[in-house]
Every structure is written in C-alpha cells, then in structure tokens.
C-alpha cells in the first residue's frame, strides 16, 4: 500500500514557476514509477511526467517538455515536478500517482494540489 500527499500548489504570475512535492509512504516506495498528471475544469486528466524508481529514466508530454522537470528522491520518498514559464493553461488540479515499474495501470493517487496561474 502507498499513500501519496501532493504540496507545493499556489497561484503564481505567468512566466513564474512553482515546484510541487509528492511524499509518500511505505517502505518500497522506491520500487514504484511515480508520474504527474493535472486535471483543468471540464477537461480531462491529462498525464505530464513520469518517473522510474530504479533507473530515474523520465519521460514527459509534448506539452510540457523544456518546461517541467521531474525529479526524485527515494531516500526522502518524494517526488517533485518543478514547473517554470507557466502559463494560464497551466491552471488546473495537479496529481501524482504511483504504479508497479512493470504495471499499465496508476494504483495509487494523492488528492490533488491546486495550481492556478494569472495571466
């Protein structure tokens, strides 16, 4: 069983960044692929960086890349997404999630943190 706790969310100027931290628990935290995703209103939840536990290999979205950079630390059992050069589009909910490194499916998710971004 993992339990994930999002923070870092706020409301920032475009152009200006915000880095979000994902704890988590449980003693194999490390054995999990940890990934983001953001959810805006009426649209759907949208994945933007994952995170291997093992090897750190990352992969982004389109949207995001160049712009945000996910990182790990498993002997903090955290993971974080800075987020530079937002934009208002950028405003949403954002999640992280974890899943098996050999699973398809995101098992675990936190509650979400709030990013809001003004133009």
């Given at each position: ?6 923070s ?87 999640y992280?999630a ?22």
């Open positions: 069983q993992v339990q994930l706790v999002e870092g969310g706020g409301l920032v100027q475009a152009g200006g960044s915000l880095r979000l931290s994902c704890a988590a628990s449980g003693r194999t935290f490390s054995s999990y692929t940890v990934g983001w995703f953001r959810q805006a209103p009426g649209k759907e939840r949208e994945f933007l960086a994952a995170i291997v536990g093992s090897t750190f290999r990352t992969s982004y979205a389109d949207s995001v890349k160049g712009r945000f950079t996910i990182s790990r630390d498993n002997a903090k059992n955290t993971v974080y997404l800075q987020m530079n050069n937002l934009k208002p589009e950028d405003t949403a909910v954002y992280c974890a899943k098996e490194s050999h699973g398809s499916i995101w098992v675990y998710w936190g509650q979400g943190t709030q990013v809001s971004v003004s133009s």
